[in-house]
């Protein structure tokens, strides 16, 4: 099975969790189910909720077990890009090839369906209880991805993007933005999973390192296919950032040295994860993946 094949299978797992997971469409009040079905089912690479099956299956720990925790990932992630998408945010039009969910459900309906998604994501989180874990352990991760989600996370990041908007951004600022808005949720994933397998200290600072560096590579590569890449695969319109005033990698530090900075994050990713052996292979493709990807 080649990576992709790999990350489909994952995917497929994540999609039937999440699916069940939600609330069905007709549940009353009914549009908030559509709108939160909508988007969340609507076609994402799932690779945070693979993030955690990979790491649980690294530390011999069943994939099914750690379910709850990767639909919870997929969930917090659809929210962001919901919110991000508003015309508050980044007042985009298309993600994931569709309509965005306050094009197709009106903003209301679109801000409550992330928060519901957000909410919903931590009363999956405790139901890890039910797959064995211990309360002690399912708090653990339940703080891990709350510190991910919040100010000094992903809105933290975001907090800061929106600030420099329009503003000549250090390199070090740009860092800061999506090592938060971006590295955030990543390192949540392939955290939870070390965390649900009783991982070392040892192992989860390898694997955070891992995590830091794919979540670079990936803004970066994704800078990059915003200049470059098949804008109808993803849901963007052509230089959309650029477009919005918005520091990228490419646009600070010239393409080929955003493009030198990706390798080089991408080597480091391999490296902190050399000592898990064949097991990590999905981690390696991922990483690899980065430097091909078209969407
Ligand atoms: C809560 C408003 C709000 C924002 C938080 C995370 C975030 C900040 C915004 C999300 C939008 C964004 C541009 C995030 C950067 C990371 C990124 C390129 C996300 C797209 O991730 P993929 O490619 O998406 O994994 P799929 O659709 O495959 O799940």
């Known amino acids: 099975m ?6 489909g299978s994952k995917a497929e797992l994540i999609n039937t969790a999440l699916d069940l997971l939600l609330p069905r469409a007709s549940a009353y009040p009914s549009p908030i189910h559509e709108a939160m079905r909508y988007s ?6 799932r690779l945070r909720g693979a993030f955690v099956i990979a790491v649980a299956d690294i530390l011999g720990t069943d994939g099914e077990r750690v379910l709850p925790a990767a639909a919870a990932l997929e969930m917090i992630h659809t929210y962001s890009l919901i919110h991000d998408d508003l015309p508050a945010m980044d007042d985009d039009d298309y993600r994931r090839g569709k309509p965005t969910c306050h094009k197709v459900y009106g903003e209301a309906v679109a801000i409550l369906a992330g928060d519901a998604l ?3 994501a931590f ?15 399912v708090l ?7 510190k991910a989600a919040g100010s000094q996370g992903l809105i933290g990041g975001q907090a800061v993007d929106l600030d420099s908007e329009g503003v000549k951004v250090s390199k070090e600022t740009l860092e800061y933005i999506h090592n938060h808005k ?4 990543f390192s949540a994933s392939v955290r939870c999973g ?3 397998s009783g991982a070392g200290d040892e192992e989860l600072q390898a694997l955070s390192e891992y995590a830091k560096g794919f979540g670079l590579a990936f803004q970066i ?3 990059l296919l915003d200049l470059t890449g098949d804008q109808e695969l993803l849901g963007k319109k052509p230089g959309s950032d650029l477009a919005k005033n918005k520091a990228t990698f490419p646009g600070i530090l010239g393409i080929g040295e955003a493009i030198k900075l990706a390798e080089d994050q991408v080597k480091k990713c391999q490296l902190s994860i050399a000592r898990f052996g064949p097991r990590a292979d999905f981690l390696r493709g991922a990483a690899n993946y980065l430097l091909t990807r078209k969407r």
């Open 194 to 196: 070390a965390l649900l």
């Open 221 to 223: 590569t994704d800078d």
């Open 140 to 146: 653990r991760v339940i703080q891990e991805v709350g």
């Open 2 to 7: 080649n990576w992709e094949q790999a990350l």
């Open 40 to 45: 969340t089912l609507a076609g994402g690479k």
């Open 123 to 137: 009363c999956t989180l405790s139901r890890l209880q039910e797959k064995g874990f211990e309360p002690g352990v």
């Open 118 to 120: 957000l909410t919903l």
């Open 182 to 185: 971006t590295g955030a949720l």
